[in-house]
């Protein structure tokens, strides 16, 4: 059974908890009998608020599945998960759909950006759908933060993999999402548009209170987070606050020395 360390559920977060996703003994499995995979295998874990938190782990460990899982895009074969007070596991499809519409901001390393609309109109895309204006002062804010003042016009195929991914990041963060779940949002970029995506997520949760939750292989990466899990096996087996990317590089060492990186 995985234990993973609780934060106070109260705390100074203008009447918010100060968690902002919870999973308790969360277990997710695949296929039956021969094939069974266990993907999630008792997970507890609390994600704060306004914290940026890196899920690190080998391939194959359960990363993606507990992203999808906390997100509400993926079924759990048992256990809860909760976003701020609101069970996720317990949601029937129609409010699970209102629920990641309306609270969760996702960043894929596939952009996901619609190639006929221009970045303000990919960026303003779920909330259009959602009916809800945008807050004018809110995505110039967001927009000027990502650097794409000069861009909005521009379509995907006329943006560089960098721009676009920061197309997606500032489509997730102008809804105000309470929480942003992202999949190697740069593992498609080179290392200084990489870079640049990383310090702004950073200072979308220094500066904005953005709650972030990423998985990662790229020590760098989790090196921008204040929290790093690291996930084997299906479990979480460690964790580190205030990484750098020195540190995650020797924890990483030490998992391969127990054998547990493929
Ligand atoms: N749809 C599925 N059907 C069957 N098994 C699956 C499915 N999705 C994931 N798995 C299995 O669950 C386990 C965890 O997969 P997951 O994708 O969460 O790992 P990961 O840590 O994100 O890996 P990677 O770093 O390679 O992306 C793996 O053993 C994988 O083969």
């Not at 317990?90 to 960043?107: A, P, Y």
């Not at 990383?198 to 989790?222: K, N, Y």
């Not at 090196?223 to 205030?242: C, H, K, P, Q, T």
């Amino acid at each position: 059974m995985t234990t993973a360390v609780s934060i106070p559920r109260t705390g100074g977060s203008g009447g918010h908890t100060a968690v902002a996703a919870r999973a308790r003994q969360v277990v997710k499995a695949y296929g039956s009998g021969e094939t069974r995979v266990v993907a999630l295998d008792h997970v507890d874990v609390d994600i704060a608020r306004s914290q940026y938190t890196a899920i690190m782990g080998p391939s194959g460990s359960g990363k993606s599945t507990l992203m999808h899982c906390l997100a509400g895009l993926d079924t759990v074969t048992s256990g809860n998960i909760y976003i701020n007070e609101t069970e996720v596991t317990g949601l029937k499809d129609k409010k699970l759909t209102q629920l990641r519409r309306d609270r969760i901001g996702f960043i894929f390393q596939a952009f996901n950006l619609l190639p006929t609309l221009n970045a303000i109109e990919n960026i303003t895309l779920p909330m259009d759908i959602a009916g809800r204006k945008p807050d004018r002062a809110w995505l110039d804010r967001v927009v000027d933060t990502v650097g794409l003042a000069g861009r909005l016009k521009h379509r995907p195929n006329q943006l560089s993999g960098g721009q676009q991914q920061r197309v997606a990041v500032a489509r997730a963060l102008a809804a105000r999402p309470e929480i942003i779940f992202g999949d190697e949002p740069t593992g498609n970029l080179d290392s200084r548009a990489g870079a640049e995506v990383l310090s702004f997520l950073r200072r979308s949760v220094d500066e904005l209170g953005q709650t972030i939750v990423m998985v990662t292989h790229d020590p760098v990466a989790a090196s921008y987070a204040n929290r790093v899990l690291y996930l084997a096996d299906g479990r979480i087996v460690d964790e580190m606050y205030n990484p750098t990317a020195e540190l995650v590089l020797e924890r990483m060492k030490h998992f391969d020395a127990r054998g547990r990186v493929s």
